[in-house]
Structure formats: C-alpha cells, structure tokens
T-cell receptor, first 112, second 111 residues
Framework: KAGVTQTPRYLIKTRGQQVTLSCSPI?????VSWYQQTPGQGLQFLFE???????NKGNFPGRFSGRQFSNSRSEMNVSTLELGDSALYLC???????????FGDGTRLSIL | AQSVTQPDIHITVSEGASLELRCNYS??????LFWYVQSPGQGLQLLLK??????LVQGIKGFEAEFKRSQSSFNLRKPSVHWSDAAEYFC?????????FGKGTHLIIQP
C-alpha cells in the first residue's frame, strides 16, 4: 500500500506570493491533517479535514487555508507569504478516529 | 491545555549502549501517547503508541516505552543503540484536535 504522498518536495517562493501544497493520503484514509515544522516552534498543528470538511484548526492566521476533495486528496494554500512561513509542511492521513497518523515526507518551503 | 515536554534537546550515546529518552505529558484524562522518529529530510515514522492496557509498549526497531501515570511520563528506551538510530525523536500526545508534539530530542551516536 502506497504511503502518504506530498508534492512538491521542495519549493522556493518570494515574499508576497502564494503557494499551494498537495497531499495524497493512504488509500482508504479519509482524514488528512497538516502540520508546520520549524526549528524554533517545532511541530505545530495547522488543520484537519475529514470527508471534505474542516474538522479542527490550529492557531494560525487566515493566510493559511486548506481543502479536501472527494477522493480525500488535500491541498493547503498559504497566501501573502512571509519569511517566517519557511518551514517543512507535513501532511498526515488516518482512518476516521484513528490516532496516530501516518506522515508523508513533507514539502520544504523556502521564502526568499 | 494538553502539552508534551521533552526535557533533553540533545542526547549523545555510544554505539551499543542503552538509551532512554524522556517525555512528560500534561493531559486531563488518560492520553493517547506516541513516539515518532524523523531522519533528516524525511517525515515522521511511528515507533510505538499507547492507548490503554499494558503500560509497557513494544515498538519497531527494538524500541519500547513505559507509561507511568504517577510520573506523567512516557519514556522511550532501547537496550543497545545502533549508528542508524541517530535521528530526531518526537514524543506526542493526541486527542480529537490533532496531535501535540514535544520539541524533539536529537540523538547522536558516538562510535
């Protein structure tokens, strides 16, 4: 069974731009969560989607948004990028109600 | 509020020696607790998890962890480390609102 797939693996953007990251969960998993990992703040929960609905949201500004499609694939979008948005963005999928989650290898976003 | 604390930022261990990584949690009820490992440039791999039952949990790669409610701890152990164990280790706790992670412990293996 294929794991969680995140694309792209690396991304370089400049301040003020926007970016969209993609996550394909493990087949059969309907829950997708997103995390931001930085050296200073560690791993922080962004949001969780289940059956195309946002179920939980972390403490991030409205510039961070996401969505989930009917095939459970998810995207997250960051608008008006700031230098502090440079991070590894991790996606994780799980069956409904299952904890913990299965993680992808992440997208490394660098803001210049 | 739920929180997970890993007191040690770095740990250095000689190859073949035993290992214990500390994790303390703060949860209102019996938590779901986990340990993950992250190698450079990769995502998180689950080592083991505790939901209920036997407080000594066996995981992959020869790791185990013990849940101690009286000490609010869930420490990770391995009797003999290998050079390939060098990585970042994260303790985490979970509930309905996603996972909460500790800051991580960087494990260095000395030859």
């Amino acid at each position: 069974k294929a794991g969680v797939t995140q694309t792209p693996r690396y991304l370089i953007k400049t301040r003020g731009q926007q970016v969209t990251l993609s996550c394909s969960p493990i087949s059969g998993h309907r829950s997708v969560s997103w995390y931001q990992q930085t050296p200073g703040q560690g791993l922080q929960f962004l949001f969780e989607y289940f059956s195309e609905t946002q179920r939980n949201k972390g403490n991030f500004p409205g510039r961070f948004s996401g969505r989930q499609f009917s095939n459970s694939r998810s995207e997250m979008n960051v608008s008006t990028l700031e230098l502090g948005d440079s991070a590894l963005y991790l996606c994780a999928s799980s069956l409904e109600g299952e904890r913990p989650q299965h993680f992808g290898d992440g997208t490394r976003l660098s803001i210049l | 509020a739920q929180s997970v604390t890993q007191p040690d930022i770095h740990i250095t261990v000689s190859e073949g020696a035993s290992l214990e990584l500390r994790c303390n949690y703060s949860y209102g009820a019996t938590p779901y607790l986990f340990w993950y490992v992250q190698s450079p440039g990769q995502g998180l791999q689950l080592l083991l998890k505790y939901f209920s039952g036997d407080t000594l949990v066996q995981g992959i790669k020869g790791f185990e962890a013990e849940f101690k409610r009286s000490q609010s701890s869930f420490n990770l152990r391995k009797p003999s480390v290998h050079w390939s164990d060098a990585a970042e280790y994260f303790c985490g706790g979970g509930g309905a609102d996603g996972l909460t992670f500790g800051k991580g412990t960087h494990l260095i293996i000395q030859p």
